[in-house]
Each structure stands twice: as C-alpha cells, then as structure tokens.
C-alpha cells in the first residue's frame, strides 16, 4: 500500500514538473517579445483529405530579420522553423475553408506562402496578420518583398 502512494506521488511529481518545464519554455519564448500565436500547416491536404488536416498550433517570434516558430506542444528549446524575411514569397491570403475553422483559432486568416522551395501556410489573427506583412514590407533599402 505504501509502495503504490509512492509511485502514484512520484508520477504525480513528474507531471506537475513536466507542466512547470512547459510553461517555462513559453515564458522564455516570450521574454524576447514580439510573438503571435501562429498555426502552421507545411503539407496541403491531398485529396479526399480534410482540410482542417495537417494544421500544427504554434507561436511565432520575430528575431531581427528572420522569424522563428516553435511548436506550442513541445519541450524543444529550439524553433521547429526559422523563416528569412527576404526569401518568404506571401501569394495568397484567405479565410479558412471548411473543416479549417475547427482546427484553427477563432478569427484566423490563413497566409499562402512559399520560402526557400517550400510551400507552407501560416494562420494568424488579423492583428498579428498586420503586423506580420508590415515587418515583411519594413525590409532594408535592397531586399526585394514579395508580399501579395
């Protein structure tokens, strides 16, 4: 009996610190300023797919020229993505589709864009949206902005 309330209490113990870590590593994310929540989806669905598939929720923080994304779900200290300012191509901008309103948050605008050969989409409010296409658009006298 004793036995099974220490290992109830030890697995207790490490929940409640792997939360503590969690929440840790989004405050260290943040410190820096400049995040926005931000989902991500690096695969288009196929077809006969739904489209609310392959979304990955996500925070972004802008670092000089380059902006780093690092998965909400994760204990990796390291951004999952890291996106040059001179090489993202915005193509398109849109409201989510179909089953894309349950997989993303409320009031999202869905951002097509190509960096460095890949295609990804990004999902963002309206005011991180701004914000996003007003730091692509701030670049330095020389580099060429794609922004559609």
Request: hydrophobic share 45%; proline share 5%.
């Amino acid at each position: 009996m004793v036995l099974a309330l220490l290992a109830c209490g030890a697995v207790l113990a490490l929940v409640l610190l792997g939360l503590l870590v969690f929440g840790m590593r989004r405050r260290i994310i943040q410190r820096s300023g400049g995040t926005f929540d931000c989902s991500a989806r690096w695969e288009p669905p196929r077809s006969g797919q739904s489209a609310g598939k392959g979304w990955i929720y996500g925070v972004a923080r802008y670092n000089g020229d380059h902006i780093e994304w690092f998965r909400v779900f994760s204990y990796a200290p390291r951004p999952r993505l890291t996106l040059e300012r001179d090489r993202i191509q915005v193509r398109e901008r849109r409201h989510p589709q179909g089953d894309e309103e349950f997989a993303l948050l409320s009031g999202a605008l869905v951002l097509n864009c190509r960096h460095d050969g890949l295609d990804l989409e990004l999902a963002m409010s309206e005011d991180a949206l701004t914000g996003f296409l007003a730091w692509l658009e701030a670049a330095p006298p020389g580099q060429r902005v794609n922004v559609a």
